[in-house]
Nanobody, 124 residues
Framework: QVQLVESGGGLVQAGGSLRLSCAAS????????MGWFRQAPGKEREFVGA????????YYADSVKGRFTISRDNAKNTVYLQMNRLKPDDTAVYYC?????????????????WGQGTQVTVSS
């Protein structure tokens, strides 16, 4: 059983930056693909990005490509989401998730474990 805990959310002005962290425990972190998703009020949970178990490959939604960067530190059992040039449309609860095996990595059902989420609010 893997436990995931996100941190780093908060309130930021448009154009600003935040870095989210997701600390994992209870499993072999380096064996999991890690994903980031977000969910705004009244909307479905949507894919933000994912990173392979080694960190060599990353994938992003078109809406965040070029602004967000995912990285991981397997020695620290932590995955990060660096968010730059934030927009009000980025406001959502952000979740990290772990998957032992994925097809695309873009759908919530592919992930086995989820964190509780952290709120990101971008003011205009």
């Amino acid at each position: 059983q893997v436990q995931l805990v996100e941190s780093g959310g908060g309130l930021v002005q448009a154009g600003g930056s935040l870095r989210l962290s997701c600390a994992a425990s209870g499993g072999t972190f380096s064996r999991y693909v890690m994903g980031w998703f977000r969910q705004a009020p009244g909307k479905e949970r949507e894919f933000v990005g994912a990173i392979s178990w080694s960190g060599a490959s990353t994938y992003y939604a078109d809406s965040v490509k070029g602004r967000f960067t995912i990285s991981r530190d397997n020695a620290k059992n932590t995955v990060y989401l660096q968010m730059n040039r934030l927009k009000p449309d980025d406001t959502a609860v952000y979740y990290c998730a772990a998957a032992g095996r994925i097809a695309t990595g873009r759908f919530p059902y592919e992930y086995d474990y989820w964190g509780q989420g952290t709120q990101v609010t971008v003011s205009s």
